[in-house]
């Protein structure tokens, strides 16, 4: 099965500023990867599939890259409604695999 | 609009079954499959199993193997996930989803549209 791991764990940040996660499958998944976001309470929302597409409705604000094993999930100028775990997830192979979740405050 | 609707929270002993349902509407039921989730408190998403909408084929994860049954009702278009033999740490919340897979019959493994999730508690 393939490992998902991303960094940081948790992180807070101030409204307005860039915040940043990094995702790493233990092997090339191309760019078979999406991003999820979860409010406390609440399903997980897709945000950005195949590594750097924004799924229709998401703000701009935020956006993805990356291929093969090393991927990164940006907010720009960061909201308070963002406050969330964010997910990362692997497609290219079964089963499925999450990363174990990125919780971001906000200061 | 497209959702998927679960049944209700459910109170299980160890050792018992539990059948979870997942109502769809607002697309047509058979050209997507569907996945089951599930989340145990204050911890991360891991897939169950995925079944096909138009033909009932299953891939279910190793650990669930032999555990866990996905069906399909299309008159109602309605999916269901029954897990048996139940243990406390199977205590979590259980969430069907829409594979986006355009192909029909197959399987991708991403998910664009969540139930809102059911919360199966399972003690003694």
């Known amino acids: 099965d393939i490992q998902m791991t991303q960094s940081p764990s948790s992180l807070s940040a101030s409204v307005g500023d860039r915040v940043t996660i990094t995702c790493q499958a233990s092997?090339?998944?191309?760019?078979?990867l999406n991003w999820y976001q979860q409010k406390p309470g609440k399903a997980p929302k897709l945000l950005i599939y195949d590594a750097s597409n924004l799924e229709t409705g998401v703000p701009s604000r935020f956006s993805g890259s990356g291929s093969g094993t090393d991927f990164t999930f940006t907010i720009n100028s960061l909201q308070p409604e963002d406050i969330a775990t964010y997910y990362c997830?692997?497609?290219?192979?079964?089963?499925?695999?999450f990363g174990q979740g990125t919780r971001l405050e906000v200061k | 609009q497209v959702q998927l609707v679960q049944s209700e929270a459910e109170v299980k002993k160890p050792g018992a079954s539990v059948k979870v349902s997942c109502k769809a509407s607002g697309y047509t039921f058979t050209h997507y499959g569907i996945s089951w989730v599930r989340q145990a408190p204050g911890q991360g998403l891991e897939w169950m199993g995925w079944i096909s909408a138009n033909n009932g084929n299953t891939k279910y994860a190793q650990k669930f193997q032999g555990r866990v049954t996905l069906t399909t009702d299309t008159s109602t278009s309605t999916a269901y996930m029954e897990l048996r033999s139940l243990r406390s740490d199977d205590t979590a919340v259980y969430y069907c989803?829409?594979?986006?897979?355009?192909?029909?019959?197959?399987?991708?493994?991403?998910?664009?549209?969540w139930g809102l999730g059911t919360v199966v508690t399972v003690s003694s």
């Open positions: 092997q090339d998944i191309s760019n078979f």
């Open positions: 989803a829409r594979d986006i897979s355009p192909i029909v019959g197959t399987i991708i493994g991403a998910f664009d549209i």
């Open positions: 997830q692997q497609y290219d192979n079964l089963p499925p695999s």
